[in-house]
Antibody, heavy 122, light 116 residues
Framework: QVQLVQSGAEVKKPGASVKLSCKAS????????IHWVRQAPGQGLEWMGI????????NYAQKFQGRVTMSRDTSTSTVYMELSSLRSEDTAVYYCARTKWELAPVGGFDPWGQGTLVTVSS | QPVLTQPPSASASLGASVTLTCTLSSGYSNYKVDWYQQRPGKGPRFVMRVGTGGIVGSKGDGIPDRFSVLGSGLNRYLTIKNIQEEDESDYYC?????????????FGGGTKLTVL
């Protein structure tokens, strides 16, 4: 079945960087865009950006421009999201999610990874 | 890009029906919206996509027939009939704007549904 499995929880100090992974299985990796969405404790969902695993093209939410980098490794069907200059407000659960429709960035996010908790604390 | 507005809370009695609303900002009446369910302590789950013509594509895996959608003007609705305890969740609407390298995703603030 289609599955996205994310890396484990991270604890980082302010100013550090974190790199999360999202391993896809059960479908053709390069045919579906991957999004990253985060959720701060008790808050709503926030879209961070998108990567096309085929050509590695990306687009990031303006809020994260300059701090986020998304990449992929087609040999392992894995997408990565690196966030730098971490601050306490970046404490959140980070989700990867696949687009529902093949070969298109649109159509909804389905399925989602299980989420990775990133805690930023001194 | 559109702004999506959702009431923060809703409630309904067991076995009753409830309709959740997601309102697009002015000028975006042709946009489709995706509904997501997030149960307490869990990740989001795709419910279905809705435009002014109703459902677009298929429901998410395991979404029961009690869930339906409708779209009118700037509003996109998710109706849940015969509410069950497991329907108590946060419900988010989301939309996409642009395409390819210009794609942007947006979410509403979410509605917390309480089952009485």
């Amino acid at each position: 079945q289609v599955q996205l499995v994310q890396s484990g929880a991270e604890v980082k100090k302010p100013g550090a960087s974190v790199k999360l992974s999202c391993k896809a299985s059960g479908y053709s990796f390069t045919n579906y865009y991957i999004h990253w969405v985060r959720q701060a404790p008790g808050q709503g969902l926030e879209w961070m950006g998108i990567i096309n695993p085929s050509g590695a093209g990306t687009n990031y939410a303006q809020k994260f421009q300059g701090r986020v980098t998304m990449s992929r490794d087609t040999s392992t069907s894995t997408v990565y999201m690196e966030l730098s200059s971490l601050r306490s407000e970046d404490t959140a659960v980070y989700y990867c999610a696949r687009t529902k429709w093949e070969l298109a960035p649109v159509g909804g996010f389905d399925p989602w990874g299980q989420g990775t908790l990133v805690t930023v604390s001194s | 890009q559109p702004v999506l507005t959702q009431p923060p809370s809703a409630s309904a009695s067991l076995g009753a029906s409830v309709t959740l609303t997601c309102t697009l900002s002015s000028g975006y009446s042709n946009y489709k919206v995706d509904w997501y369910q997030q149960r307490p302590g869990k990740g989001p789950r795709f419910v279905m996509r809705v435009g002014t013509g109703g459902i677009v594509g298929s429901k998410g895996d395991g979404i029961p027939d009690r869930f339906s959608v409708l779209g009118s003007g700037l509003n996109r609705y998710l109706t849940i009939k015969n509410i069950q305890e497991e329907d108590e969740s946060d419900y988010y609407c989301g939309a996409d704007h642009g395409s390819g390298s210009n794609f942007v995703g947006v979410f509403g603030g979410g509605t917390k549904l309480t089952v009485l």
